[in-house]
């Protein structure tokens, strides 16, 4: 029984169980029964909690499991899906392999390639260039 047909059988038992406790009443009735302290509304309360507790009791029961038939008539569920296991990666940290570059014996005529060719504004006089932030920097290459 899924839980649409549950929630409407027990709407129904429900609707006809409130209207079993509430039977036709006059003004006297009523007068009478008002003034000895309602023992009816309390009837019928009790009952309504009954009934919404077991109406909460079978909708929040799990369904049932699926049955599986094979062609000899053995039952087995199936087993379950294998668990995923998340694992954090572990960190290792890995020392930056070295970079290589040509250095250059200041005044040399290789390093005054290198410097001319890499700054634009490269003075050869100095050996200075002017760098990013505006000051001058001296070539080291």
């Not at 000895?36 to 077991?54: C, E, K, P, Q, S």
């Not at 369904?63 to 899906?81: E, F, I, K, L, S």
């Amino acid at each position: 029984m899924n839980k649409v047909s549950k929630f409407v059988a027990i709407s129904c038992a429900a609707t006809v169980a409130a209207f079993a406790f509430t039977g036709s009443a006059s003004a006297q009735e009523w007068h009478r029964h008002h003034r000895h302290g309602g023992g009816d509304a309390f009837a019928a309360g009790v009952a309504g909690l009954a009934v919404g507790v077991i109406a909460g009791a079978a909708l929040a029961s799990p369904p049932p499991p699926r049955r599986y038939y094979y062609d000899d008539g053995y039952y087995a569920p199936p087993p379950p899906p294998p668990r995923r296991v998340y694992y954090r990666p572990a960190y290792v940290y890995d020392q930056p392999a070295p970079v290589y570059r040509p250095t250059y014996e200041p005044w040399s005529r290789s390093w005054y390639r290198y410097c001319s060719n890499r700054y634009r504004s490269f003075d050869p006089q100095s050996g200075t260039f002017i760098g990013y932030d505006g000051r001058q920097h001296f070539c080291a290459g």
